[in-house]
């Protein structure tokens, strides 16, 4: 029979043309056990029901599994769906729960920093998983409800309504704490009563002579499967590489080219002020430097926690009757960033409050970020810079640990350079003045950036520390020379 006799049947007649090839053939118990639709269905619910359940924290496994687990019920339910409305119902159910995760892990690859859109996307996340994963195991346990009527077997459905349970339970034992325990200790028993009582459910309706004959389709398993999985890595992918960034407000750089201008960087050239920094100051900045008494540049950073990154600090006296300074915290790429995503910078100004110095901040925080791209330079302001109080008042304030119980004030920049832009850089300042005979102080500064595969993509800010490298910077004041 050509493939074009097939198409002209209706499924009725597809049914009764597989029973009358199939019965006249010598067909062994064992390769009737291993087609035999119901266990290879029921078998692939089961086991995705169970990869859901555990997800290993290394190499991302804990994504991976449920999300196979998702696609082997969503087939297993397929297969069962011309069986009862139950069955149909169940395929719904999982399809949908298995597009979420799709959605739900892209949209994890990307940077949501508006706090009320991240609270946007995951409240009504979590209610529809467990609506829908409830949804599916409610309709697998309806729907052998009704087939066992159909095949008039006794009703044993007490373990798919303990698996319902398990479900209902898992957000529950969430809640207080006792998730991995359960996990570890009770779940496997659980699961493997529930198997064994499971088995015996097929058993019966297999004994009782009631088939199933799974619709026919033209699109196969296997396309389902390799479509989901392919938009699932394919979305993270390009979610994790181009849209991790900041928001910025870059514009191109414009060289402030006027006699009052040019003569404070000349000024400031000759006292030793870096020359590849000077066009990098703000208008503001640089008016704050006129006349400057003195200008001390720190020590390069040669050996940085990157060969291609270093962080410089200069100090401008603005004054002399009170030692007022301008202090000027550099950072520059040397070469490309390997990837380009959020950066931050976290400064100890010098007038933080400590038991050796008495500085006092003058004025407001300034800097910005600076890159190159096309051959032209672009600038912007911060995405955020801020001060932040870190001592009694923040103590879980995960970027700097409190050692003692004074208060610590810190300044945090947040940042993105232009993808496949060069030579991004930017500086952070502040204005300080002594009012004590004491001069000595250290400032420490942090950096941080992310450098390949980020996943679940987090602002810089919440794992600081761990990508962060410390530097440490001595300043004399009036005894620098």
């Given at each position: 029979?050509?493939?074009?006799?097939?198409?002209?049947?209706?499924?009725e007649?597809?049914?009764?043309?597989?029973?009358?090839?199939?019965?006249g053939?010598?067909v062994?118990?064992?390769?009737?056990?291993?087609?035999?639709?119901?266990?290879?269905?029921?078998?692939?619910?089961?086991?995705?029901?169970?990869l859901?359940?555990f997800?290993?924290?290394?190499?991302?496994?804990n994504?991976?599994l449920p999300l196979?687990?998702?696609?082997?019920v969503?087939?297993?339910?397929?297969?069962?769906?011309?069986?009862?409305?139950?069955?149909?119902?169940?395929?719904?159910?999982?399809?949908?729960?298995?597009?979420?995760?799709?959605?739900c892990?892209?949209?994890e690859?990307?940077l949501?920093s508006?706090?009320?859109l991240?609270?946007f996307f995951?409240l009504?996340?979590?209610?529809?998983n467990?609506?829908?994963?409830l949804a599916t195991v409610?309709?697998?346990?309806?729907g052998?409800?009704?087939?066992?009527?159909?095949?008039?077997?006794p009703?044993?459905?007490?373990?798919l309504g303990?698996?319902?349970?398990?479900?209902?339970?898992?957000?529950?034992?969430s809640?207080?704490n006792?998730?991995?325990?359960?996990?570890?200790?009770?779940?496997?028993?659980?699961?493997?009563?529930?198997l064994?009582?499971?088995?015996?459910?097929?058993?019966d309706?297999?004994?009782s002579?009631y088939?199933?004959y799974?619709?026919?389709?033209?699109?196969?398993?296997w396309?389902i499967v390799?479509i989901?999985?392919t938009?699932?890595?394919v979305g993270?992918?390009?979610?994790?590489?181009?849209?991790t960034?900041?928001?910025?407000?870059?514009q191109?750089v414009e060289?402030y080219?006027d006699e009052e201008?040019?003569s404070?960087k000349?000024?400031?050239?000759?006292?030793?002020?870096?020359?590849?920094f000077?066009d990098?100051l703000?208008?503001?900045d640089?008016?704050?430097c006129?006349?400057p008494?003195r200008?001390v540049?720190s020590e390069?950073e040669?050996?940085g926690?990157l060969?291609?990154?270093?962080m410089?600090y200069?100090?401008?006296?603005?004054?002399?009757?009170?030692?007022t300074?301008?202090?000027?915290?550099?950072?520059?790429?040397?070469?490309?960033?390997?990837?380009?995503r959020t950066d931050?910078?976290y400064?100890e100004?010098?007038?933080?409050?400590?038991?050796?110095?008495?500085?006092?901040?003058v004025?407001d925080?300034?800097?910005?970020?600076?890159?190159?791209?096309?051959g032209k330079?672009?600038a912007?302001?911060y995405h955020?810079?801020?001060?932040?109080v870190?001592?009694?008042?923040?103590?879980?304030?995960?970027?700097?640990?409190?050692?003692?119980?004074?208060?610590?004030k810190?300044i945090?920049?947040?940042m993105?350079f232009?993808m496949?832009s060069?030579?991004c850089?930017?500086?952070?300042?502040?204005?300080?003045q002594?009012?004590?005979?004491?001069d000595?102080t250290?400032?420490h500064?942090?950096?941080?950036?992310?450098n390949?595969?980020v996943f679940?993509?987090?602002?810089?800010?919440?794992?600081?520390?761990?990508?962060a490298?410390?530097?440490?910077?001595?300043?004399?004041?009036?005894?620098s020379?």
């Open positions: 029979m050509s493939e074009r006799d097939f198409d002209r049947f209706s499924d007649e597809f049914e009764r043309f597989l029973q009358d090839e199939v019965s053939m010598n062994t118990e064992k390769t009737v056990k291993s087609v035999n639709p119901w266990k290879k269905s029921t078998d692939m619910i089961f086991a995705g029901l169970i859901q359940l997800g290993i924290g290394i190499f991302y496994l994504y991976i196979v687990g998702s696609l082997l969503t087939i297993g339910f397929r297969m069962l769906s011309n069986e009862n409305k139950w069955f149909k119902s169940g395929f719904v159910a999982s399809l949908l729960r298995t597009t979420a995760q799709v959605a892990l892209i949209l690859s990307a949501i508006n706090q009320s991240q609270t995951s009504p996340w979590t209610l529809i467990a609506v829908l994963i409610g309709c697998l346990w309806g052998f409800r009704c087939v066992q009527k159909k095949a008039g077997v009703i044993r459905t007490k373990s303990a698996l319902f349970f398990i479900y209902l339970l898992m957000p529950i034992l809640l207080i006792i998730y991995f325990a359960f996990l570890l200790i009770l779940l496997p028993a659980v699961f493997i009563i529930i064994v009582c499971f088995r015996r459910i097929i058993k309706i297999s004994a002579g088939s199933i799974p619709k026919a389709v033209k699109f196969p398993n396309a390799t989901f999985m938009v699932a890595v993270v992918l390009i979610g994790n590489f181009f849209f960034s900041y928001p910025m407000a870059y191109p060289v080219q201008s040019v404070i000349k000024q400031l050239v000759q006292m030793n002020f870096p020359e590849q000077i990098d703000t208008e503001k640089l008016e704050e006129t006349n008494v200008v540049v390069r040669e050996d926690w060969e291609e990154f270093y410089q200069v100090f401008v006296q603005t004054e002399a009757e009170k030692e300074w301008k202090i000027f915290c550099f950072y520059n790429w040397t070469k490309s960033p390997k990837t380009y931050c910078i400064i100004p010098i007038y933080n409050k400590n038991n050796q110095v008495n500085w006092e901040k004025g925080i300034s800097g910005r970020v600076l890159c190159e791209k096309g330079t672009y912007s302001t955020s810079l801020k001060e932040t870190i001592g009694q008042e923040e103590e879980q304030n995960p970027i700097y640990p409190v050692l003692d119980s004074s208060v610590r810190s945090l920049g947040q993105s232009l496949g060069e030579n850089r930017g500086y952070v300042a502040y204005k300080v002594l009012n004590s005979d004491l000595l250290k400032m500064i942090l950096y941080g950036h992310f390949g595969f679940p993509y987090e602002d810089i800010v919440g794992n600081f520390l761990k990508y490298e410390h530097h440490e910077v001595t300043f004399y004041g009036s005894k020379s």
